[in-house]
């Protein structure tokens, strides 16, 4: 049985009981006194991020959660540095698809916020004193803007109506869903498509509504909603007002048992395939290579073997969790039986993804798909070893061959392709990982950022963090953003402090070149610095680590020039000619016929490394935040003469 009620679903099942013993939460409200067993908060999402996050309560039944708030948010919000694993609304909405395609066989409760339909304000029903305040007139022009264009949170709000549609046309794919809400202070009931749409939240203030319109129940009296889904019977509604049952209803028929496949799965142990990743990069007309560059067309059109994916051999069997990407890659997350999960991602880019809708199809789209080929293909390869050189985490990825697969049900598209396998650490399952620095818990950027805001005995070591960004300096990685960084958690013996380290993630844009005259052209400071390309020597520092500008004002406030020095010396030291070699041989060996000139280009930024440490420190050194915490702190701002021209 689902209690609906305040906009906080409140559930008392025996598996819930079972797993999670231990747990007890209090729901607002005359329902305290019942037996209660609500979701852990690690299910919801975070109020900056849309989720959705989903629980499967059992065979036949699954919840998903979504943050409808953040959708209203997002029109006033840059989100290009979003924590967020998804940061704009197409994303939300591919992700949300994609979870009610996982459920497709089953019951499923969507649980948001903003109701879709509704017989109250929000829906633009008003009772006729509107039209008499605050004055006879300007009443009646309120309530005319309020039913034809709305304020922000009615549904004649085009930002409303955007929501409104996407959502009913996602759900009026699945015969079997109920979306749940809490917006209004009132019980609503309304048919959504095949399925059911119940707004709960009447033990709030009392909200105006209007008869029924369409809805099967309407009240705005304390009470709430109970959905009953028993395992194999009918599911059904009840709505009580107070302690009395006022009305019910059936829900759906009988769950269809979820069929098991006969058909035997796969065995991809030891099977290779030997292909191209993208051999169209490479055939294109001699003007596109003058204007758009070389690149590393050729890398991308080499034939090369990759070993199969093997789903059930591979770390005691694998399953997938939910199709992630960013906004140009598909993914898939994948959880092994000890609770570790995994990331495939696609090597190859679809550039257009990341695209306005009036840009896609056209020679701009063409354009920005090409550059995929300035991307090294093989890049993340070499980074495990020099990392391991240097004393910094790092992940250990390997390409893999997805094939056809009974097991890709509902990512039927992402299958003939090659991925990069990588972990995603989090939580405590990675705990005391080498590669990943034997840290006791790792954590987020959000996480981490909420941790030490909250906190003073929480802290960044902010030399260690120097220490990474020249690293990434020194082998072009100019896309680190928030989100491309995971954090190990440790003790200080002594201060008994929280410290938490870096551990980098998504190396995919190591040794981005791209060298047309065109690209060269824009890459100026004037233009876009960022992409001007891995060069023995960096033309603009501050331009290369724009994507990071946000992460750097904020983890790079303590270190003084001289830790950035001893990090450059470091970096120095530990990176010799003979690691660069190594590193390089760990590419497959039929894309190797670039390692000379690479090698090359890491001697040189490698020698140039204490100029950028440098150039850098006195660039944010302009202007350095200082950052506290919520607890009472003193700060103490010495004068030590004026800084060094930078």
Request: aromatic letters at 12%.
């Amino acid at each position: 049985m689902i209690l609906l009620g305040n906009a906080l679903p409140a559930l008392w099942m025996d598996s819930l009981a079972r797993q999670y013993p231990g747990r007890v939460w209090a729901v607002p409200g005359p329902m305290e006194a019942r037996t209660t067993l609500p979701l852990p908060a690690w299910v919801l999402p975070t109020p900056d991020c849309p989720g959705p996050e989903e629980v499967l309560l059992h065979d036949q039944l699954a919840l998903i959660f979504i943050n409808t708030p953040w959708w209203f948010a997002q029109e006033n919000q840059a989100v290009e540095n979003s924590v967020c694993e998804i940061s704009d609304e197409a994303g939300f909405l591919a992700a949300l698809r994609d979870a009610l395609r996982r459920h497709q066989h089953r019951q499923v409760l969507v649980l948001g916020h903003h109701p879709l339909v509704s017989n109250g304000k929000i829906g633009g029903h008003f009772p006729w004193t509107q039209h008499l305040w605050p004055l006879p007139g300007l009443g009646s022009l309120g309530w005319a803007y309020r039913k034809t264009l709305g304020l922000p949170q009615d549904q004649a709000s085009l930002r409303y109506r955007q929501l409104q549609k996407s959502l009913k046309i996602l759900f009026s794919a699945h015969p079997r869903l109920i979306y749940a809400c809490g917006y209004e202070g009132s019980l609503q009931y309304h048919p959504l498509g095949p399925g059911h749409h119940f707004q709960s939240g009447s033990w709030g203030k009392k909200s105006f509504l209007v008869g029924k319109k369409g809805a099967h129940f309407v009240s705005n009296q304390p009470g709430d909603f109970q959905l009953v889904f028993p395992p194999k019977e009918a599911a059904y509604w009840q709505v009580y007002i107070g302690q009395q049952l006022a009305s019910q209803g059936v829900l759906f028929d009988v769950p269809p048992p979820l069929a098991d496949s006969l058909s035997p799965l796969p065995d991809y142990q030891g099977k290779t395939i030997t292909r191209p990743l993208n051999p169209a990069y490479a055939e294109v007309s001699r003007y596109r290579r003058w204007t758009l560059g070389q690149n590393y067309r050729r890398e991308w059109a080499t034939p090369v073997p990759f070993p199969y994916f093997d789903w059930g051999a591979d770390l005691g069997g694998l399953k997938i969790i939910k199709q992630g990407g960013g906004q140009a890659t598909n993914s898939l997350r994948l959880e092994a039986p000890d609770g570790r999960q995994y990331v495939l991602r696609s090597v190859d880019k679809q550039g257009d993804k990341a695209l306005p809708d009036a840009l896609k199809n056209t020679f701009v789209a063409d354009i920005v798909q090409d550059q995929t080929s300035a991307a090294h293909p093989y890049a993340p390869l070499v980074v495990p070893r020099l990392a391991e050189a240097a004393g910094l985490s790092h992940a250990r990825p390997r390409y893999v061959y997805l094939a056809p697969d009974p097991r890709l049900e509902g990512y039927e598209a992402l299958a003939d392709d090659v991925y990069l396998f990588e972990e995603r650490p989090d939580d405590t399952f990675w705990r005391d990982v080498a590669h990943f620095g034997s840290a006791r818990d790792i954590k987020s950027t959000a996480k981490v950022l909420e941790k030490i805001q909250s906190d003073n005995d929480e802290r960044i070591d902010q030399r260690a963090v120097v220490k990474y960004r020249l690293f990434d300096i020194w082998l072009g990685d100019w896309d680190r953003h928030d989100d491309q960084w995971r954090w190990g958690q440790y003790e200080d013996k002594n201060t008994k402090q929280k410290i938490y380290r870096p551990i980098p993630r998504d190396r995919d844009q190591v040794f981005f070149n791209s060298d047309g005259k065109l690209v060269d052209l824009a890459s100026h400071e004037w233009g876009l610095p960022k992409f001007q390309g891995f060069k023995a020597r960096i033309r603009s520092i501050r331009g290369y680590n724009f994507n990071a500008r946000y992460f750097d004002r904020f983890f790079l406030t303590e270190p003084i020039g001289e830790d950035w020095q001893a990090a450059a010396r470091e970096l120095q030291a530990a990176l010799s000619d003979s690691v660069i070699a190594l590193a390089l041989a760990d590419l497959p060996a039929e894309v190797q016929f670039r390692n000379a000139e690479i090698a090359a280009k890491l001697r040189q930024r490698r020698e140039d490394l204490p100029i950028y440490a440098e150039a850098y420190f006195q660039f944010l050194s302009k202007a350095v935040s200082i950052i506290g915490s919520d607890k009472h702190e003193l700060f103490e701002i010495t004068h030590q003469g004026p800084p060094r021209p930078g």
